[in-house]
């Protein structure tokens, strides 16, 4: 009998087999992979073995080892499949995740998902809706659609995309910047449509939030549990209703369908849309999150200028205030000495007795020195800014001070009495601020205070203070006068309290020091110049620096 495949006829050589092609010549050396791969489906082997008898052992082992082999092989192909398109699977969403997680903005993560669920060259759904909870977490709105809206636009958009051959990437991206607001309008009448209450439990959407799982419609509007309202919208019999949920935070509804094609979902198809919704989802609550720490941000920014300029306001009206308070306590106190100098002065005209026009004529001086007080302590007011620190005796000060007004004091029946400490050492002060703060503490106790004889002035040391106190016998005070006595033109009983008590208390915050208003347990006031010792020891040298 004369055989055909090299196998059965020894002359025939492998170089003859017509089922070996090029770039396979390895087969002609190694007879096992040739019988795998090419003698299994020969067509010369399989009319040799059909040549042998049909109780043949030999024939009846090799028609069963070739369907084996083919159902394997059939298996194989199939498994190999399935890897692939895993791994196609796996690769997509590793790219939609990079994406999803380098973007903060919300539309753009938006494209990104919904042309990776409706895109060819994604999940290959015709359309896709996303409903969003809004702010108050009360209902599920509608926010996005896309897709076609009828077969005539589905077959231009795939054509567009057929011609494009952009990436996913590219295609997301493309959507992103030309396509995201019109696509928007496009569906704004379905959206509406598609808003939910959150207080409707039974209805689908709210379904696969509470139970966290996808929904898949088959038969939509014989399905008892879709509302027909909601299949009449769609239009479609099946649909997949799908929860985005991140961190056990609800953040909306995804619905997908063939709206164009009427293919069915498979349960591959709902798989990979299931693994493609976490990301989705956290990325839409980062995303939203941040649109609201960014809307946060802008409101407090507005917020604290509108605070600044409030502020500034404030500010402006505080000082036109002082400035107005200013103004009326120099005019009260310059008007009184104007109006008694006019009417001495007049009073000289008419008057012939010189005796009288010589006690007018020192009455008009004494005003015109109380006109200069007015301006100097105007001045010290503003020269009090700029202190020049040294290092000096206290003690000395007092008694320079006391000494010069001495003369003044006795022509007022009030005497003075000194108390130095002995051994009292130095402090950092501006020598002429603190005589002149001196001075006018003394004025005032002297001329503002009813019924004062006695005037005493005392130093001595607390700790680490050194106190220049004036004290006197007078009426108490009470808290609302000291608080005026201590605030700039601020008026008590008459208009007008100056600035010279209010600058002594600017003077010494100035050098670091305080100025205190105190009941004596006897009776009186006492008057406190409380200055800061320096604890380091200083070179006792004029005109350092003893800051």
Not at 264 to 282: E, K
Not at 488 to 493: D, G, K, L, S
Request: hydrophobic residues 40%.
């Amino acid at each position: 009998m004369s055989y055909e495949c090299c196998w059965f006829n020894q002359e025939r050589s492998p170089l003859e087999c017509p089922n070996i092609e090029e770039g396979e010549e390895y087969l002609y050396s190694s007879p096992r992979k040739r019988f795998v791969e090419k003698c299994i489906d020969c067509s010369w082997f399989q009319r040799d073995l059909a040549t042998l008898p049909e109780n043949d052992s030999f024939r009846q082992i090799i028609n069963a080892l070739r369907d084996e082999y083919k159902e394997q092989k059939g298996q194989l192909q199939s498994m190999s499949d399935f890897l692939s398109s895993k791994s196609r699977e796996i690769r997509f969403l590793h790219e939609l995740s990079l994406v999803l997680q380098a973007s903060m903005e919300l539309d753009e993560i938006l494209s990104v998902a919904m042309t990776a669920i409706t895109s060819g060259k994604g999940f290959g759904m015709n359309r896709a809706f996303l409903l969003m909870l809004d702010r108050e977490r009360k209902n599920l709105v509608g926010h996005l659609g896309v897709g076609p809206r009828n077969y005539e636009e589905a077959w231009r958009i795939w054509d567009e995309v057929d011609q494009s051959n952009f990436s996913l990437t590219e295609l997301s991206r493309e959507f992103y910047k030309k396509k995201l607001s019109s696509e928007k309008a496009k569906f704004q009448d379905i959206l509406e449509k598609l808003t939910v209450s959150r207080d409707d439990t039974g209805h689908i959407f709210n379904r696969a939030l509470q139970e966290r799982r996808s929904i898949l419609i088959e038969h939509a509007f014989e399905d008892p549990q879709v509302d027909p309202k909601l299949a009449q919208i769609l239009g479609v019999s099946r649909f997949l209703v799908m929860p985005l949920i991140s961190r056990n935070r609800s953040i909306g509804v995804l619905l997908a369908d063939n709206f164009v094609t009427n293919n069915p979902i498979s349960p591959r198809d709902l798989q990979s849309l299931q693994i493609f919704a976490f990301p989705v989802a956290f990325a839409i609550e980062r995303a939203s999150l941040y649109e609201r720490l960014q809307e946060e941000v802008e409101n407090q920014l507005k917020a604290n200028q509108k605070l600044q300029e409030q502020q500034d306001l404030i500010i402006k009206m505080e000082k036109m205030a002082v400035v107005g308070r200013i103004t009326a306590s120099i005019a009260h106190s310059i008007r009184n000495p104007l109006a008694a100098i006019g009417g001495f002065a007049r009073a000289l005209l008419k008057n012939g007795d010189i005796e009288q026009k010589k006690e007018y004529l020192e009455f008009i001086l004494s005003e015109a020195n109380r006109l200069d007080d007015v301006l100097e302590e105007v001045l010290n007011y503003s020269e009090a800014q700029h202190p020049v620190m040294d290092r000096w005796d206290v003690n000395q000060l007092a008694s320079a001070v006391t000494a010069e007004m001495k003369p003044r004091l006795e022509e007022m029946h009030i005497a003075v009495d000194l108390r130095l400490a002995a051994e009292l050492p130095t402090a950092c002060l501006d020598y002429k601020q603190i005589a002149y703060c001196l001075r006018t503490i003394i004025n005032y106790v002297a001329v503002d205070q009813p019924a004062v004889d006695r005037i005493e002035v005392t130093t001595s040391q607390r700790g680490d203070r050194i106190m220049l106190c004036i004290n006197d016998r007078g009426v108490a005070l009470s808290e609302e006068i000291k608080q005026a006595l201590l605030t700039p033109f601020m008026a008590t009983e008459t208009l007008g309290q100056g600035v010279g008590l209010p600058l002594c208390k600017i003077i010494l915050e100035r050098h670091g020091s305080s100025f205190e208003i105190e009941d004596r347990p006897d009776g009186g006031t006492q008057f406190c110049i409380v200055l800061q010792q320096q604890k380091e020891e200083q070179d006792n040298e004029p005109n350092t620096d003893c800051g």
